[in-house]
């Protein structure tokens, strides 16, 4: 299986707006709304941020948004703030594997 | 508290097998699909296998299949992964993860630690 295609690193200023893309195909990202967008610290495990690629589970800052025009998925983060700083991963479905696959991941460096 | 807690991790051969363990609490667990993901040291997540909250059906990442199996004790709150035929491209950090729905959602509100599988001579 594949992975989903995210920017290897993004940087923003605090206060500043970002966004991270998740490129995929009609099998995957542009097929379904199935498309989900964690966080991941160091040495942390993985924490859900949008779900269904716009919604946010309970306890999740609105500063949070995800979207999705055809193929593209896209998280963007905006007010940014220093423990933004982490790792981000897009996650969709696939009718090919019947599974989920993941992006590469992007760096978030808050400058 | 809600939580998921790995264990069973170690440093194990090329060719052998380990068997990891994740019991969930504070949560109903037979009333949940149940996931697990792997992280090799500095990459990214990968899916590994997924198994619904009655055990009726299972779904492997193609480079573990006929090698690993995913099952469940839904009386003992446990998910379990069988790991056989190791190799080193299975060194990673295996962590438990929860689908919110009794069917697949394809997502993964809860997610323990992690435990760490080193496969090597």
């Known amino acids: 299986q594949s992975t989903l295609t995210q920017p290897a690193s993004v940087s923003g200023s605090p206060g500043q707006s970002i966004t991270i893309s998740c490129t995929g195909t009609n099998s995957d990202v542009g097929g379904y709304n199935l498309v989900s967008w964690y966080q991941q610290h160091p040495g942390k495990a993985p924490k859900l941020l949008i779900y269904e690629v716009s919604k946010w589970p309970s306890g999740v800052s609105n500063r949070f948004s995800g979207s999705k025009s055809g193929n593209t998925a896209s998280l963007t983060i905006s007010g940014l703030q220093a423990e933004d700083e982490a790792d981000y991963y897009c996650c969709a479905y696939t009718t090919t594997t019947t599974s989920v696959i993941f992006g590469g991941g992007t760096k978030l460096t808050v400058l | 508290e809600v939580q998921l807690l790995e264990s069973g991790g170690g440093l194990v051969q090329p060719g052998g097998s380990l068997r990891l363990s994740c019991v969930a609490s504070g949560f109903i667990f037979g009333s949940y699909t149940m996931t697990w993901v792997r992280q090799a040291p500095g990459k990214g997540l990968e899916w590994v296998s997924s198994i619904s909250s009655s055990a009726s059906s299972r779904y492997y990442v193609d480079s573990v299949k006929g090698r690993f199996t995913i099952s469940r004790d839904n009386s003992k709150n446990t998910l379990f992964l069988q790991m056989n035929s190791l190799g080193a491209e299975d060194t990673a950090i295996y962590y438990c993860?929860?689908?919110?729905?009794?069917?697949?959602?394809?997502?993964?509100?809860?997610w323990g630690r992690g435990t760490l599988v080193t496969v090597s001579s």
């Open positions: 993860a929860r689908d919110p729905g009794t069917h697949y959602y394809w997502y993964f509100d809860l």
